[in-house]
C-alpha cells in the first residue's frame, strides 16, 4: 500500500514547492494529488489559460519521485464562468439557487456547464495527458457534497422530462406506474410534470423515487463524460473519484462502473459527531471514531469498482473543522487508520491535507504540517505508519467470506417513504454490519447485481425492490442466507406487490407480511434475551417461527438456509443469528471486545484497539507469530500477526 | 347507526367492483363514499367529460343496496387546470407557492378556481343529482389538511382588503380599530394592507386576527358555493363535508350552518402521535389513542350543524401512513371507537378505506381489506360492530347535561398572541372537557352563541371576547357556570377592555385581572393538593377566594352560581370543581379509572376500556341489566347495559 | 440620577395629557422620551407635515416641568414612504424581503431611506431644535432589533462593494487578504462580489467578516447622518441612542463615537429567558433576572461614549411580552434596578412605558400605569426608588479598578468560525465578567483600544484580532493581565498568523498553540478541583505551567505579570485566578454567596440581594454605616452604606 497527501501548489510560494515535495518523500509518501480546486488559477478569465504554474509544480512534484494525481477542477467553477450563465448553480428542495462563494456551485444537469467542463477536462487532458508523473486523474471532487446531487433548477426539470420520456416512452405508461390515479394526479404529457419539491403535502413517492433515480443517473453521466475525454488522451491512467462517507444520494455502484479506482474520504471523527450515533457513543469514541466507521467504507467502496480496486483519497490527519465539535484524534488514531486501510485491503491512503492553510473556509483544519510548516502530530503518525507498511510488505487477497448486499436505490425508496421516523436504511445496514465485524468476520459489502458463489454466507439487510435474477441467484447458492425487514416490498415501480410482501421472496421462503407497523421510542415488543425496536411485522405462514416476541408473533423465520427477520435486527438477536449461520457456514467465529475489531488479509490477522484501555489479544493469537505490535495492544494500537 | 367506507372505484379494475359492492354488504356496510378525488378520471382535459365510468360505478354500487355518498373533487384540481392558471395555488407563510404533485393545490380565495369548481359541481349535480343510488353528498375533502386555510396568494390578499373595506367601510375605521398609530402602521386606504406574514418582527395581532377570520370566511363561501348547487339540483339529499382532528384553522360553527351532517375523520392513533400529548400518554395509549381523542371530536362535531346530526365519514380501521410512527391498534380498538362513535350519537361510521391501495402516497394506509383483496383485522372488526349494532337496534336521544363552551376565534386570537409559549387553546379546553370526562359525565361542546337553557351545567375554558350577548344569556341561567382563564380579556378589535379583563364578565362576577403571568416549565404556584402551571393571575376583588396558592393569590373565585378559574386548570383541583359543580347541579359522577370512560344515550350506558388490563364495570353497573359484554371489560372491550 | 419614563401622546386623549404629566411628576420622574415610532402622524402623507398635536404635547410636558428627550421616527417610516420605494426594506439571509407591518423595515445601505431620514429629521429639527423643552435626542430606536442589521439587499450589495473598493483599492488585494485562491474564489472586480449568503457551504469567513464589518459600518454613518442634522439645529442637547442587550451586531463602540450618552434597554427577565442561561438559572432567577445581567449591561454601555456617560433608557417595569414565558418581577425588582443603574453611574434610568397600551403588537407589556390608569406595582416602585435617590443624593465618581477588554468584531469573527458550536464569545465574556463580580470587583468593559493606564489587572477574555498597538499597551503596564483562549489566534484578514496563535501576544508570553479542540458537552478534561469543558488548547513553551489538566496539559501560563488561559474557563479556577490577580493587585475581594452583589460608587458600597431568601452582609459592612436598608438584606431588597 502507497501513501500520499493532498497538496495545493496554488496556495503557497513557489519557493517553498521543492522542499515541500522532498519532505514528503521523506515521510514515506509516494502519490500527491493536485490540481482539483484550481480552476480560477488555471483559466482566470474565460479562455486565458495559465498552465505554467502547474507545469513547474508537476514537474517538481515529479522530479521529488512523487507520482501524482490531477484533479479536474469542475467542483469550483470560477465567478465568471458563473456570471456568464447565472441558471448553471443547483436550487434547493425550497427553491432558492444556491449562490456562488464556495464551491460545488453548478447543476448536474445544465448543459452549458457540462460543455463548460468538457471543455477544461480536454484542456487540461490536452496538456498533461501523456506527462509521465501522472498516473491518474480524480473527477471534481466529492460528488453531491452540501446537498447538491438533487437539484430543482429549470435545467434539472428539463433532464427529468427527457428521462421519463426515455424510461416510459408514453405517458400513460407513468401514470400507470405511478399510480397518478390517486388524487388526480394524472400528467397528458410529459411536459406536465415538475420536479417533486414544495408540494402541498407529500408528493407521491414514486414520482420523487424516479427523481432520485434521475438525480443519480445525472451524476453517473457527469462523470463518464470527463472519464471519456481523459481515457482518450491519457491512456494508462487510472480514474478515480472520492466518494465521501454514510452519503448515499446517488449510485456508487453506477459511477464506480465507470472508474478504475474508487476512493473515498475517511473522517472518522466529524462521521461520529454528525451522524446518527448515541451521545454515548459520541462521548465514548470521541477521539477515535466508532470501531466499524471506516471499515464499514473500506468494505463498501471496494465493491464499488469492477476490480475491487479502491483508496482513501483523504484521511483524516488531525482535528478538522466542520462537525459541531473538533477533537483531536487519540494519540496512534491516524496510524491506525492508515493500517486497518491497509488490512482491508486499500491501494492508497493519502491524507488531507499536506499542510494547514492558514487562509480561507479550511483554515482550522489540521493537515500532516501545521500552518508553519513544523511536523504536525499527524505527520509523525504517518512516517510511522509509512515503516510499518514497508516492514509488513506486499500481502496477498482474501478468501471470500460474508457478503453483505447494498442498494443505493434503497435508501432512496426508504427516505421516500420511512412509514416510521427510526427506520434508517443506512442505520439498519451498519447494524448489521457492525454485528458480524463483532463476530470477527471479514465483509464485502457487494451491489445486489454480482455473482454470489464464492460466498459462504449472505446478509441482505433489506432489499424493498427484490429484482427475480437476484431471487434465481439465490435460489443457486446453498449457503445461510439471511433476509432483513420489508424486503421485497416494493415492486420496481414503488407499489405493494400483487402477492404483498416479501414479494419474489416468497419462492425460497412461503411466508407473508400481512401488516407493518412503526414504533415510538421507548415501545417495545420483548423477546427473550432482547427487544424489538422500532420497526415489527406480522408474518403469516405455515412455518414456525425460529425465534417470538411476548406476544406471540414470529420474527425469524427459517426455509432451508434462507431466513427472514421480520423486525429491525436487536443486537444480541441478531449477533446470535449471524453466529449461527456462520457455524453452519463453518467460518471461524470470535467474540471480540466492544472495542476491538480484527480483520484478515492473506495470510496476515490484524487487530485494532479502539478503546482507551489496553487489549489483550492472547486468545486470539492462536500460536500466530505477531509481526506488529504486542498481544497487550495499547489504546489505538495494532497488532498483526501470522498463523501458520 | 349505519357503516360504509370509502371506495374508489378509479382505483381498481371494473371487473371487481360488482364483488366488491357485495363483500361490503356482506360485512354489514350500507353507505358507501366515492368520487372525490376523481377530477382528472371525470375531466380529463379541459371541457371533455367522460362520466360513463362513474355511472357504471354509481350503478353496479346502487344495485348492491348500498347507499351513495358522492365527493365533489374539488380537492384534487388536474394538473391541466392548475396549468392553466398558475396563480389558484395557495402561498405559504414563506412566499413560496405551494405547488401540484399532492392534493388541495389551490388558494380558497381565488375567483377562477371558483368558477372552475362552480363549473364541475355544477356538471355533476346535473348528471348524479336526482340519481336515486345517491343519498347524499361530501363537498370537497377535508378543508384545510396539510396547512391549506391561510394562503399569501395574490389572491388572498386582494379578497383582504374586499373584506376589509366590507366590515370597516372606511379605513380610518381599520386604522383605530386596530391601533395602526402604535408603531405607525397607519394605512391611508385599503389597498395599502397586505397580509400579516414576513414582517420584521411579529405584526399586529388585530390585523393577524382579522387575516384569520377572512381566511375562515373565505372557506365558507367556497363551501357554501357548491352546496347551493348541490341543493338546486339535487334536492332531499344531504349535504355534508368531512371536518378533521384537532383543528381550528377555520370556524366549523359557520361551515357547519350550511350543512345537513357534520363528519369528521377519526385517526385516534395518528391524532395521539402528532399532537401535544406526554410521551408517557404516547406510550400508555400507543395501540388505542387517549381515551378522550374520539370523543372530545364527536361532541365538538355534534355541535357543528343545527340539527345535531354528524357521523365519522373516515374510521381508521388499521395503521396509517402518516404519523411520525405507526403502530397497529390493539386488537377491539376498531370496534370500540365504532361502538363509541354510536355511543355518542353518530349516524354513520365509514371506514377509510375499503381495500388499501397499493400505490402512491397512502399505500401503507391499512384499509378493511388488504390489497390482496384478504380482509385485514379491521374489516373483522367492522363485521363485528354491524352484529353489535344490529343487537343494540335504535337508541333515543339524551337529556342535556354539560355544555362546554368552544370558540374558534378563541384559538386564532390565542395563537396570535400567547403570551407564554405553553398557553395552547385547544389544549386547554382537551384538559377541561377529559376532567369533565373522567367524572363519566355527557358533555356537549358547543358555539358560544347556542341557547344553554337546557344545560345543567356550563363551563367556559376561556373565551377571550365575551359578547354582551352570552353575558345576558348566562345571567339568566341559574346552573353552576365556571369560566377559566384570560375569558373577557380583550375586545372584538384585540384590545384589552377599558374595565380590563374579565371585561363584561365583571357583570356576572365582581372581580379584576390586575396582572397575568405565564410560566416557564419547571415554575409552579404551589396549592393545597396541586400546583399551579403555565399561567397565572393576581386577581382584585373584595370577594373571598376559594382556593388560594401559597402566595396568597386567589385561583378560584365565584359569586352566585357563576365561577371563575384564574390559572391554568391543576388536574385535581379542576376535577374536584366540576365535581362540585356537578354536585349543586344534581348531576351524578363517577370516579372512573383512568382507562376507563362512559357515555349514556338514550336509556343504553355504554363503558369503553381504553387500557391494556381488565377493567371491572359491577360498581357502575347499578343493578342495570347488561345488553353487550361483560362486567369485567377485556382491553380494547366494550359493555352497555339498561337501567331500570 | 434622574427617573424618567417613555410616553406617546399619540396614543392618548389629548385631554389626559396634562393629567399624566402631573403624576409623572407626582412619581418622583423629571424626564420623558416621546416621537420616536410617530412618522405617521407627523407626516400622515409624503410631505404633508402635521405638527400642531406634537407642539402641544411637548408644551404640556414641558410645563409640568419635564425634561423631554426627543425620538427621531425612522424605525417606524410608514406604508406610504415604504410603497414609494419598495426595495428599501431590508432581506433576509434567505432572500425574503422583509415587509411592512411591524418595525425597522428598512435596511441601512438604501441611499433613497436615508434621504428620507435625512428630510425627517431635518424638519423635527427645525421646528424644536431650540425648544427648551427639549434636552435631548434619540436618534432612531434599537439599532438592529429583530435582525435588522445585516441586510442581503441589493442596496446593501451596492454598498458592500463600495465599502470593498475603499478598503482594498484593488481586487487582487482583497483576494489576497481573503484567501480566495482557495476553491477558486478570485473575482476580477468587485462588482463580481456578492454578500455571502445562501452559498451551497459555508462563505469563506474572511468575506463574512468583511460583510459584518461592513454592515457595522453602515449603522455608524446612518446614525451621523441624523446626529450631524441635529448637533447643527440643536446645540447643547444630549445625542443619545437607545442600544438593546446581548446584542453584538454592530459596533457599539463606534457608534457611540458621535453620541454624547450611551442608553439602553434593560429588560432583565426577557433576557434570562431568551439566552443562553442554564434551566437551572432560568428557573432561579425567574422572577430577578440573573444577577448580573444588568450590571453586565451597565459597565459594557458606560464604555461606549467618550466621557462614559451612560442612561436606561427603557427600564423593566413589570411582566413583558416578548420572551417565550412573561412571568412577573418579584416585588421590589423594579426598585432594585433601578437602584442598581445607580450604583454603576446611570445619569438617568427611564422606565418603559408610563401607560400599559391596550392596542397592538406590545398591549401584554406592563407600564409603570395599567391600561385603565391605577399605577401598577412597577408604579408604586418608581415611586419608591425616587425617594431612595434623593435621599443618596449626589454621589461621586469610582477609582478605575478591573478593566475587561470586549470586541465587536471579535464576536462577529467567533460567530463567522466557532470551530466548536458551543464556543459563545458573548457567554465567555459573561462568565468571566461573572467571576469578577462573585468577587465584589467593580469592572469597566471597554474597547480594546482604550488607555489602560489607570487599571489595576486587566481581563481579555479574549481577543482573536490583536492589534500590535494593544500588545504595546499592555507591554508597559505592570500590573495582572490575563488572556484567554483563542487571543491572536487571527489576523486583521482572517488567517492564522504566520506565527499561530497567539500571535503577536507571544511578544509578552513566550508560547504557541499548536493544536485546538473543541469538546462535545459531556467530554471533559479533568484538573484539580475543575473540569475543563468546550474548548481546550494544547500549548508549546518553555513556561512550566501553572495549572494542569490531567493528561499534562497546561492550561494555565504566565510571564511576569502576563498570563494566559488555554481553555473555556472553569468556573472553580477562573474565580481561583482573579482572586490571586486582585490580590496581586492589591485590591479586596469578597468571598460572595451566589445571589448577592455588591458595588462601590465614590464613597457608597451597595449591596442587591437578587435571591428569594434574606442575606446578611453584616460581615461586608466592615464598620461602615448603613444609609440604606439593613444589614439583613431582604429578597429583592438593596442596602447602601459608606465606609469612614
Ligand atoms: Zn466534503
Ligand atoms: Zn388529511
Ligand atoms: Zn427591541
Same mark, same amino acid.
Given at each position: 500500500?502507497?501513501?500520499? %497527501?493532498?497538496?495545493?501548489?496554488?496556495?503557497?510560494?513557489?519557493?517553498?514547492?521543492?522542499?515541500?515535495?522532498?519532505?514528503?518523500?521523506?515521510?514515506?509518501?509516494?502519490?500527491?494529488?493536485?490540481?482539483?480546486?484550481?480552476?480560477?488559477?488555471?483559466?482566470?478569465?474565460?479562455?486565458?489559460?495559465?498552465?505554467?504554474?502547474?507545469?513547474?509544480?508537476?514537474? =517538481?512534484?515529479?522530479?521529488?519521485?512523487?507520482?501524482?494525481?490531477?484533479?479536474?477542477?469542475?467542483?469550483?467553477?470560477?465567478?465568471?464562468?458563473?456570471?456568464?450563465?447565472?441558471?448553471?448553480?443547483?436550487?434547493?428542495?425550497?427553491?432558492?439557487?444556491?449562490?456562488?462563494?464556495?464551491?460545488?456551485?453548478?447543476?448536474?444537469?445544465?448543459?452549458?456547464?457540462?460543455?463548460?467542463?468538457?471543455?477544461?477536462?480536454?484542456?487540461?487532458?490536452?496538456?498533461?495527458?501523456?506527462?509521465?508523473?501522472?498516473?491518474?486523474?480524480?473527477?471534481?471532487?466529492?460528488?453531491?457534497?452540501?446537498?447538491?446531487?438533487?437539484?430543482?433548477?429549470?435545467?434539472?426539470?428539463?433532464?427529468?422530462?427527457?428521462? $421519463?420520456?426515455?424510461?416510459?416512452?408514453?405517458?400513460?405508461?407513468?401514470?400507470?406506474?405511478?399510480?397518478?390515479?390517486?388524487?388526480?394526479?394524472?400528467?397528458?404529457?410529459?411536459?406536465?410534470? @415538475?420536479?417533486?419539491?414544495?408540494?402541498?403535502?407529500?408528493?407521491?413517492?414514486?414520482?420523487?423515487?424516479?427523481?432520485?433515480?434521475?438525480?443519480?443517473?445525472?451524476?453517473? =453521466?457527469?462523470?463518464?463524460?470527463?472519464?471519456?475525454?481523459?481515457?482518450?488522451?491519457?491512456?494508462?491512467?487510472?480514474?478515480?473519484?472520492?466518494?465521501?462517507?454514510?452519503?448515499?444520494?446517488?449510485?456508487?455502484?453506477?459511477?464506480?462502473?465507470?472508474?478504475?479506482?474508487?476512493?473515498?474520504?475517511?473522517?472518522?471523527?466529524?462521521?461520529?459527531?454528525?451522524?446518527?450515533?448515541?451521545?454515548? @457513543?459520541?462521548?465514548?469514541?470521541?477521539?477515535?471514531?466508532?470501531?466499524?466507521?471506516?471499515?464499514?467504507?473500506?468494505?463498501?467502496?471496494?465493491?464499488?469498482?469492477?476490480?475491487?480496486?479502491?483508496?482513501?483519497?483523504?484521511?483524516?490527519?488531525?482535528?478538522?473543522?466542520?462537525?459541531?465539535?473538533?477533537?483531536?484524534?487519540?494519540?496512534?488514531?491516524?496510524?491506525?487508520?492508515?493500517?486497518?486501510?491497509?488490512?482491508?485491503?486499500?491501494?492508497?491512503?493519502?491524507?488531507?491535507?499536506?499542510?494547514?492553510?492558514?487562509?480561507?473556509?479550511?483554515?482550522?483544519?489540521?493537515?500532516?504540517?501545521?500552518?508553519?510548516?513544523?511536523?504536525?502530530?499527524?505527520?509523525?503518525?504517518?512516517?510511522?505508519?509509512?515503516?510499518?507498511? &514497508?516492514? $509488513?510488505?506486499?500481502?496477498?487477497?482474501?478468501?471470500?467470506?460474508?457478503?453483505?448486499?447494498?442498494?443505493?436505490?434503497?435508501?432512496?425508496?426508504?427516505?421516500?417513504?420511512?412509514?416510521?421516523?427510526?427506520?434508517?436504511?443506512?442505520?439498519?445496514?451498519?447494524?448489521?454490519?457492525?454485528?458480524?465485524?463483532?463476530?470477527?468476520?471479514?465483509?464485502?459489502?457487494?451491489?445486489?447485481?454480482?455473482?454470489?458463489?464464492?460466498?459462504?454466507?449472505?446478509?441482505?439487510?433489506?432489499?424493498?425492490?427484490?429484482?427475480?435474477?437476484?431471487?434465481?441467484?439465490?435460489?443457486?447458492?446453498?449457503?445461510?442466507?439471511?433476509?432483513?425487514?420489508?424486503?421485497?416490498?416494493?415492486?420496481?415501480?414503488?407499489?405493494?406487490?400483487?402477492?404483498?410482501?416479501?414479494?419474489?421472496?416468497?419462492? $425460497?421462503?412461503? #411466508?407473508?407480511?400481512?401488516?407493518?407497523?412503526?414504533?415510538?421510542?421507548?415501545?417495545? &415488543?420483548?423477546?427473550?434475551?432482547? &427487544?424489538?425496536?422500532?420497526?415489527?411485522? =406480522?408474518?403469516?405462514?405455515?412455518?414456525?417461527?425460529? @425465534?417470538?416476541?411476548?406476544?406471540?408473533?414470529?420474527?425469524?423465520?427459517?426455509?432451508?438456509?434462507?431466513?427472514?427477520?421480520?423486525?429491525?435486527?436487536?443486537?444480541?438477536?441478531?449477533?446470535?443469528?449471524?453466529?449461527?449461520?456462520?457455524?453452519?457456514?463453518?467460518?471461524?467465529?470470535?467474540?471480540?471486545?466492544?472495542?476491538?475489531?480484527?480483520?484478515?488479509?492473506?495470510?496476515?490477522?490484524?487487530?485494532?484497539?479502539?478503546?482507551?484501555?489496553? %487489549?489483550?489479544?492472547?486468545?486470539?493469537?492462536?500460536?500466530?507469530? $505477531?509481526? #506488529?505490535? &504486542?498481544? #497487550?495492544?495499547?489504546?489505538?494500537?495494532?497488532?498483526?500477526?501470522?498463523?501458520?
Amino acid at each position: 500500500m502507497k501513501l500520499g %497527501c493532498c497538496y495545493y501548489p496554488e496556495h503557497w510560494p513557489e519557493d517553498i514547492w521543492a522542499e515541500d515535495a522532498k519532505r514528503m518523500v521523506e515521510m514515506g509518501l509516494s502519490q500527491v494529488r493536485i490540481g482539483e480546486f484550481a480552476w480560477s488559477r488555471l483559466e482566470p478569465t474565460a479562455g486565458q489559460y495559465e498552465w505554467e504554474w502547474l507545469d513547474r509544480a508537476i514537474k =517538481t512534484l515529479g522530479d521529488a519521485g512523487l507520482e501524482i494525481i490531477l484533479g479536474t477542477p469542475t467542483a469550483t467553477p470560477p465567478k465568471w464562468l458563473v456570471d456568464s450563465m447565472p441558471d448553471m448553480v443547483a436550487v434547493d428542495e425550497q427553491g432558492r439557487p444556491r449562490k456562488f462563494g464556495s464551491r460545488r456551485h453548478y447543476c448536474f444537469s445544465h448543459q452549458g456547464y457540462r460543455e463548460q467542463c468538457a471543455r477544461i477536462v480536454e484542456a487540461m487532458a490536452q496538456r498533461y495527458g501523456e506527462n509521465p508523473a501522472i498516473v491518474a486523474w480524480q473527477t471534481d471532487n466529492e460528488y453531491g457534497c452540501h446537498d447538491t446531487i438533487v437539484s430543482y433548477s429549470e435545467a434539472a426539470k428539463m433532464g427529468f422530462r427527457r428521462w $421519463l420520456s426515455d424510461k416510459y416512452d408514453h405517458v400513460d405508461a407513468l401514470n400507470s406506474a405511478w399510480g397518478n390515479v390517486f388524487w388526480s394526479m394524472e400528467y397528458r404529457s410529459f411536459d406536465e410534470v @415538475e420536479p417533486p419539491n414544495l408540494t402541498v403535502t407529500e408528493p407521491n413517492p414514486a414520482h420523487v423515487l424516479d427523481y432520485r433515480r434521475f438525480a443519480s443517473d445525472e451524476v453517473v =453521466t457527469f462523470n463518464k463524460l470527463q472519464v471519456d475525454i481523459l481515457r482518450a488522451r491519457s491512456p494508462g491512467r487510472d480514474m478515480i473519484h472520492n466518494y465521501m462517507g454514510f452519503f448515499t444520494e446517488f449510485d456508487h455502484h453506477d459511477v464506480g462502473r465507470d472508474l478504475d479506482v474508487a476512493s473515498w474520504d475517511s473522517y472518522p471523527l466529524g462521521f461520529l459527531e454528525q451522524f446518527w450515533f448515541s451521545d454515548e @457513543e459520541k462521548l465514548r469514541y470521541t477521539r477515535q471514531g466508532h470501531p466499524d466507521i471506516a471499515a464499514f467504507h473500506h468494505d463498501l467502496y471496494r465493491g464499488c469498482c469492477a476490480g475491487g480496486r479502491w483508496s482513501v483519497m483523504e484521511q483524516q490527519p488531525g482535528p478538522v473543522n466542520w462537525a459541531r465539535y473538533n477533537p483531536a484524534p487519540l494519540d496512534g488514531m491516524v496510524r491506525l487508520w492508515t493500517l486497518e486501510a491497509m488490512a482491508h485491503g486499500a491501494e492508497l491512503v493519502s491524507y488531507f491535507r499536506w499542510r494547514q492553510a492558514p487562509f480561507a473556509q479550511e483554515q482550522m483544519h489540521a493537515g500532516l504540517l501545521r500552518p508553519d510548516s513544523a511536523v504536525a502530530p499527524g505527520g509523525h503518525e504517518a512516517a510511522l505508519a509509512a515503516a510499518d507498511i &514497508e516492514k $509488513l510488505g506486499q500481502i496477498g487477497e482474501t478468501a471470500k467470506s460474508v457478503a453483505l448486499l447494498f442498494s443505493y436505490e434503497a435508501a432512496w425508496l426508504f427516505e421516500a417513504q420511512p412509514q416510521g421516523q427510526s427506520f434508517r436504511y443506512l442505520e439498519l445496514v451498519f447494524e448489521m454490519y457492525s454485528a458480524l465485524r463483532q463476530l470477527g468476520l471479514n465483509v464485502d459489502i457487494v451491489a445486489p447485481d454480482v455473482a454470489l458463489d464464492d460466498y459462504k454466507m449472505v446478509v441482505v439487510p433489506s432489499l424493498p425492490i427484490l429484482s427475480p435474477s437476484l431471487v434465481e441467484r439465490i435460489a443457486k447458492l446453498d449457503v445461510p442466507v439471511l433476509f432483513g425487514p420489508r424486503t421485497g416490498s416494493k415492486t420496481a415501480d414503488f407499489a405493494i406487490p400483487a402477492d404483498l410482501a416479501p414479494g419474489p421472496l416468497q419462492q $425460497l421462503i412461503p #411466508l407473508k407480511v400481512a401488516r407493518v407497523e412503526s414504533l415510538r421510542p421507548g415501545m417495545t &415488543e420483548k423477546g427473550s434475551d432482547y &427487544e424489538v425496536t422500532r420497526w415489527i411485522e =406480522t408474518v403469516e405462514t405455515g412455518l414456525s417461527a425460529d @425465534e417470538m416476541v411476548d406476544d406471540g408473533r414470529g420474527i425469524i423465520f427459517s426455509s432451508g438456509p434462507v431466513g427472514y427477520l421480520a423486525s429491525w435486527p436487536p443486537a444480541p438477536l441478531i449477533k446470535r443469528v449471524f453466529a449461527a449461520m456462520a457455524k453452519e457456514a463453518e467460518i471461524a467465529t470470535l467474540d471480540l471486545p466492544r472495542d476491538l475489531r480484527v480483520r484478515q488479509l492473506g495470510h496476515v490477522h490484524f487487530a485494532f484497539n479502539y478503546g482507551t484501555g489496553d %487489549c489483550d489479544i492472547t486468545d486470539h493469537l492462536q500460536g500466530g507469530e $505477531l509481526i #506488529l505490535g &504486542e498481544a #497487550l495492544i495499547k489504546p489505538a494500537g495494532v497488532a498483526a500477526w501470522t498463523v501458520a
